[in-house]
């Protein structure tokens, strides 16, 4: 019987401040068995649970694509016993990975569509994914036009900057890259909250358009009225929640919305699921 | 108070000790400490409130 | 008790009517026999749903410091026995409510019943509770039993002296008498006659089959703690699971937490599924109260606790 | 061989006979009343036992069981990889359980035993246990099995059900497992299947004509998770409640978990411990949001997924087997059999 509670041991390989205040750190990983990044075939929009012996384990979303071979990334902000452990690690040191776990966005039936990525703060990383995974010379032409809508604090904030400012360049993905505010007289990108920038620049949706949303709460609150005006329906929003997990694998019962368990029937739902069910997250 | 129940709970009161040392007595802290180390070396290793490791 | 009850609903009925307290806390029937369920009352329409008998061994200051009372809320009235009511004193020395918006009903208490000594009279389960002045009536499907009130009375109950609330607004019936006792503290000069190794080996048994449900902390008034000690993540001051050592660690560091507040009212054994006796651990404090401090918690308003203030007096022989 | 009789005085002598292949829980009595623990050695279940405190769910699932463990000397090769800690496979009976416990134990298999995840320590202490239980002649006032598709003679899951006839067993053998530790026990004096069958009858409606409740689940299925949720009545149920984990704990079905971290010198242990969707820590999230913030969440996710997510999750009914041992052990006599009924009876007025 497979113990779905035995992580893969993983070595680290890189860690890179993701921010500028340090708070969130890029770790790249391993894997000690090289056997095991098989069985770790994962889709974006799925998460893992980063396992430190002795410390403790949190979910994270995984930031690096499928298309990406030979390490998996975690972007981590640190808030809790177990990251801030982990953001006190070094280069080298062995852990552990278990998953990959919940479900992912629905690459098939975003298949012909058009995609609207929006998000917000550090809750990029499995966006990045997504959108690697888009991007990637074997998929790009499975979708349509691709928007992204991505804020954050400050110009110093925005996770994967390089990557961004790359896709800026490229004419078969639209970008618009915003920040809250900035003093930075040469920052060419917008400026303005998440949802205003979606109302501004995101497509106005027809049957075939979905939007990804993904993003601290007070965004998601005032980018679903946005999304509405637009023209988007709930079974048209994607969204990937957050809650309390332990074991990711939805037997210790606690991240639930309503008989959903965001671990294992989620952390992917439309907001049409997301209506049925109590708001507790 | 807490000397008499952890004493009450049945931990040796030799192994329990309070004292106000300033932060500019450091001979009466190494003083007391060595004394304390002393006495508690004489009774030998604590069975009791120790978190049994090997279960 | 019953004009006791008269007296509790027609102080509410008429302290509700007039808009004089936003609502009254109280005990109303349960739905299995020996029960009582702590409610709020809005209405003065309600006020035939409070009850007062020989099983409110809940204490109902419980309700007043955990229930998220804000400012903005009105006054509140309790019904409280002697215990309930030095709580509720406790309560408003330690700032977490004043006296303002608290309205005192005070109950002249003649004990509560232990639940456990009650049950252990029979093989089968009890099915019917029935109090008449000091006797009780109890039933179950095998046989019924009549028995005095005084002969099952909680051991807190057996050696309370205040029994009458100290501080009151109303009183819901004529003071009782106050007992006084040579030996109020048998039980732990019991435990101290022991020696260490038996001690030890006392309160190890005493908490062997404890579930760490918390209900002894949650039913008691004084562990209003915004996070409780054992629920910290960092430091992380005690492990989680079963291990004894940390089960004994949460009941000596939460009754540590009572020195100096405890008023033995007893609702942490009331409220636990087991029936572990841990006022052995708070009594034993409550006694050094007494002898080194004078003390017994939830008298009088006008004086700190004495953890809670230093004076020159204080015993000290316990520093080197 | 469907029935047998045993004779009580070849009862202690059977199990220990037993003691050879399997390990042997029952129940105990101590200072703090019985509960379901392993048989020490020359001691006989305390078979007459009023209802235990706890169930029997810690036969299979203890309130703190190890899960992995990785060594952190460096020096050693596997340093920081976790291993599991060997499954418990060791055969085990437990003995004179009520028939909702084991019924219980069907219904926390479907969270432990699915078809995406399988929990190895569960499952593993699961395949290994054989459940004998004993029929209820007398139920209690809080006993509500019947109400719930269950009852004081209820044989889902169950290997072996007896009833107790005065100076002797009556066994129905409802399994391989149960065949298996009544060979083990040397018991074979085979009974009538007929006549016997007739007597668990009578038996069984006599019990559960003593079972009084005027409990209704029948129309929770037709009602909105939304609805239920946002009715008024919870504020009113959950006011007494002091948010301690006592319900969950003596649950047979409550299964939530923990996953915690020790380390002890040079060795990482992972625990599993019991929790409860009572406890704030249960949901509190790092950042400090807590999505159940207040007692009135918790109360009613308590009640939420044992009376309706449970129910529309799997299609197996409620989460709850009657035990009532909730009711009894409550310290503000929240009662479930009240909330069913509220939630059975709400309507919405939207």
Redesign the interface.
Known sequence: ???????Y?VRIDDIEVATEDKSLKTFTFVF?NPADEEKFAYKAGQFAEL????????PIGIASSPVEKGFVKFTVFR???V??HLHNMKKG????IRGPLGNWYPWDKLENKNVVIIGGGFAFTTLRSSIVYMLDPANRKKFKNIDVVYGARSPGMLLYREELFDWEKRDDINMHITVDGTDDPDWKYHTGFVPQVVEDNAPVADEDTYAIVCGP?IMIKFTQPALTKLGYQPHQIIMSL???M??G???????????ELVC?DGPVFTLEEIN?????? | MMGNLLEHMGIDRDRIHFSWISSAEATKFVDVVREISEKVRALGPNKKFVKDYTK | MDTCIEKIRAIGADLLAKGTVEKVIGFADGSIPMATRPIALTSDKEVDKLVFNSVCGLNLANYVSKNSLSSKEGKIAVVAKGCDARNLVTHIVENQISREQIYIIGVPCTGMVDKRKIAALFDDEITGFEEHGDTLTITSASKTETVKKADVLRHNCRVCTHSNPPVYDVMAGDPVEEQTLDHPYEDVDQIAAMDLDARWAYFENLTKNCIRCYACRNACPLCYCPTCFVDE??P?WVGKGQNEIDVTTFHFLRAFHCAGRCTDCGACVEACPMGINVRDFTRKLNKDALELFGWEAGLVLDKRPPLDAYSPNDPNDFIK | MNFITIDKKDWAPGIDKSRKTFRVYGPVEDENGCQIKPLAPDTAPKMDAPVTVMSAKSVLFPQTEK??T?T?DESKQD??????VETDDMPRVVLGIRPYDAKAVQLVKL??D?P?????YW??AYEATTFVGLGVTHPGPCDFSTAVGCGPFSEEGLDVLMADMDDKYLAKILTKKGENWVAACGFDTEADPKESQVLFDVLRKEAEKQIQTDLATDKLAGK???DL?DAPFWDDVAFSCINCGTCTYVCPTC?????????RHN????F?NW?T?MSSL??????G?N??GTKV?RVR?RF??KL???L??YDQGIMCVGCGRCVASCPVNIDIREVCNRMNDYETTK
């Open positions: 019987m497979e113990n779905p509670y035995l992580p041991p000690v396992s430190i012996p002795g410390v403790g384990e949190i808030t809790g016993v990251t801030t040191d062995l852990m552990g709460p957050e809650n309390r332990k074991c694998i939805g037997m210790c019962g606690r991240c639930n919305i309503g008989k294992k049925q069910t109590p708001k507790e997250y | 993540s960092s992380q | 899960i992995l990785a952190l340093h920081h990889v976790m291993t599991p969270n432990f699915n995406d995840y399988q929990d190895p499952c593993a909105t998770i939304l949720y299964w939530c978990f923990d996953i915690q971290d020790e380390t060795t990482a242990v992972r599993r929790d969707c249960f949901t509190h999230h790092a950042s949001h999505p159940r969440h996710q939420m997924h309706k997510y449970f529309d999750k």
